[in-house]
Nanobody, 127 residues
Framework: QVQLVESGGGSVQTGGSLRLSCAAS????????MGWFRQAPGKGREELAT????????NYADSVKGRFTISQDNAKNTLYLQMNSLKPEDTAMYYC????????????????????WGQGTQVTVSS
């Protein structure tokens, strides 16, 4: 069975950093689309970053470009989201997701339809 488990969330002050982790199992980690998403209270889901793990190609939302970095560790089957220069508006539940059947540019095009999602980890940024 596919399992995605996020960790690394917590509370930080404005300008701080966090690194989120997503431990993946049950599929071929090194040839899948994966991504990070977030949802703040009362708001819809926002795509933050995607990666095609076969080649490491990435895509970022404008809201986080230059501050957040998505990366992979094939040896650990783990996806990361390094978050720097955090702002109060970054406060949200953060989710990782994966789709082993998508490739290349479809990682971005069909990110809203990824098959598997984690349970989420809370990030709170205070001013």
């Amino acid at each position: 069975q596919v399992q995605l488990v996020e960790s690394g969330g917590g509370s930080v002050q404005t300008g701080g950093s966090l690194r989120l982790s997503c431990a993946a199992s049950g599929y071929t980690f090194s040839s899948a689309c994966m991504g990070w998403f977030r949802q703040a209270p009362g708001k819809g889901r926002e795509e933050l970053a995607t990666i095609y793990t076969a080649v490491g190609s990435t895509n970022y939302a404008d809201s986080v470009k230059g501050r957040f970095t998505i990366s992979q560790d094939n040896a650990k089957n783990t996806l990361y989201l390094q978050m720097n220069s955090l702002k109060p508006e970054d406060t949200a539940m953060y989710y990782c997701a994966a789709d082993p059947d998508l490739r290349g540019a479809d990682c971005v095009r069909y990110s809203g339809w990824y098959k598997y999602w984690g349970q989420g980890t809370q990030v709170t940024v205070s001013s």
